[in-house]
């Protein structure tokens, strides 16, 4: 195992390397201390710092404890610790890579293998897309819809297409820019699968170490950042159960189950919640409001996200998979989903459903 892979995970090599080794990741984990130890730090310091922290002294403690690390967030299954693990990733990744372009003489003088930009554009098969220019606008050119992929709805206004110089269907980028993209490209890498199906005996032996995550989450408050309710900017998925709500059609326990968390996780109140199901057939309002009470966590130990994708596809309820599904969230997770067409909508497009609901009560009364 190298000190390449330990530093860049992700890659394909480092894949290949530890599959190469013959790692059991049932054994690795009820055996290697150091891994599972680095593998919780890296996922603790994403959450509350933005990093993954320092490397460990040993490369394969550090290499292995990614693969870990990886289980811990499929674990407890949170879609807001998804997202910052993935990004934690990303953004460590793109200091060394940064760091290491920029010290090109330094690292050339001594044996430590690194990455250069072009292995970075072939790792993410991106060297089709990206041309070196010569010129004042930029040093490179970036075909629009590889520009588009990796940065639609992530960063500021600059980046927006119709504030980029635009010329044959390419979009000039300096070498800092490029690299933000490589960054995206990473966060994508590292969030693709995610959350994993994870064997009952691994969930079992990292039973301590996911609670700590949760604790960690808990303290922080972090699992309810959205308090906008916009259904037009809904996943698929999640317009299909709520037109169904809206029809009074009878919904399987997992899809209630699914709509409630969703609703709960976007800011709305259990009142508001239950008044939208009591068009179902069935309709109790003590059980209704004890189930979405349970889900907030109002009732229970544990505050429930709403179901990532894998999970609605296995119940059936992934329906009307879109370009945003296939392309930018990568099937990953409804919030994810619903906080990108958020970040991407210009303000005007935020009209709160509840707001909209209050101030046409209100012109009724008139």
Wanted: one cysteine or more; aromatic letters at 6%.
């Amino acid at each position: 195992m190298k000190t390449l892979h330990a530093r860049y995970p992700f890659l394909s090599a480092a894949r290949e390397a530890v599959e190469t080794a013959g790692v059991d990741l049932a054994e690795l984990v009820a055996s290697d201390s150091a891994a599972v130890e680095r593998g919780l730090e890296r996922v603790e310091w994403a959450v509350t710092e933005g990093s993954v922290g320092e490397p460990h002294r040993r490369t394969r403690a550090e290499l292995l404890s990614y693969p870990v690390a990886r289980v811990l967030v499929s674990l407890v299954d949170e879609h807001i610790l998804l997202r910052r693990y993935a990004r934690a990733e990303a953004a460590t990744a793109y200091e060394r890579f940064s760091a290491e372009l920029a010290a090109t003489a330094e690292f050339q003088s001594t044996r430590t293998e690194r990455l250069d930009l072009q292995d970075l554009l072939v790792e993410f098969d991106l060297t089709g897309h990206v041309h070196a220019t010569v010129g004042d606008d930029g040093d490179y050119r970036v075909d629009v819809g590889t520009y588009l992929e990796h940065t639609a709805g992530q960063w500021s206004d600059e980046w927006r297409l119709v504030n980029r110089p635009l010329a044959d269907g390419q979009v000039p980028l300096d070498e800092n820019e490029l690299l933000l993209v490589v960054r995206q490209a990473v966060r994508r890498r590292v969030a693709d699968g995610l959350p994993l199906s994870v064997p009952e005996p691994i969930a079992t032996e990292l039973d301590e170490e996911a609670e700590r995550i949760r604790e960690v989450l808990a303290d922080l408050d972090l699992t309810r950042d959205i308090d906008t309710v916009v259904p037009d900017l809904f996943p698929p998925c999640m317009r299909h159960l709520l037109d169904r709500v809206q029809k009074g059609d009878h919904l399987e326990h997992h899809s209630r189950f699914a709509i409630a968390a969703f609703l709960t996780s976007i800011g709305m109140s259990t009142d508001e919640i239950v008044e939208l199901f009591q068009v179902n057939p069935g309709f109790g309002e003590e059980a209704t409001r004890y189930q979405v009470d349970h889900i907030r966590g109002d009732t229970s130990p544990t505050e429930y996200s709403a179901p990532a994708c894998a999970t609605m596809q296995s119940y059936g309820d992934c329906v009307n998979k879109d370009d945003i599904c296939e392309d930018v969230i990568n099937e990953s997770h409804p919030l994810n989903y619903y906080e990108h067409r958020l970040e991407a909508a210009d303000e005007g497009e935020l009209v709160d459903w509840r707001e909209a609901e209050s101030e046409g009560e209100g012109e009724e009364a008139e």
